[in-house]
Nanobody, 119 residues
Framework: QVQLVESGGGLVQAGGSLRLSCAASGNVLPIGAAGWFRQAPGKQRELVASIARDGTTDYVDSVKGRFTISRDKNTLYLQMNNLKPEDTAVYYC???????????????WGQGTQVTVSS
């Protein structure tokens, strides 16, 4: 079964760091285009960071200079530094996965991981 499994969330004080991971399982090729989204209570889900197939990255203005998205074969990462209380949210990874057997594209979501930043 093809799926994305997230890990790395938790509680941290303002100014601290966390690293989120998102591992693809199943018979799939290395992760292509992917992104990290977050959803705070009462707010819409927003795209925080993205990485294209060619490795180009992009970030929402509020996290530029603090967050870094990267990938390594079948794992997507989000390094978050200098965290602020307003970064508190459930973080979700999303990626285009390609079946190694038939090259079918499967867009997948992780289960979500809570990040809480205390002031």
């Amino acid at each position: 079964q093809v799926q994305l499994v997230e890990s790395g969330g938790g509680l941290v004080q303002a100014g601290g760091s966390l690293r989120l991971s998102c591992a693809a399982s199943g018979n799939v090729l290395p992760i292509g285009a992917a992104g990290w989204f977050r959803q705070a209570p009462g707010k819409q889900r927003e795209l925080v960071a993205s990485i294209a197939r060619d490795g180009t990255t992009d970030y929402v203005d509020s996290v530029k200079g603090r967050f870094t998205i990267s990938r390594d074969k079948n794992t997507l990462y989000l390094q978050m530094n200098n965290l602020k209380p307003e970064d508190t949210a459930v973080y979700y990874c999303n990626a285009d996965l390609y079946s190694a057997s038939n090259l079918r594209r499967i867009n997948s979501w992780g289960q979500g991981t809570q990040v809480t930043v205390s002031s």
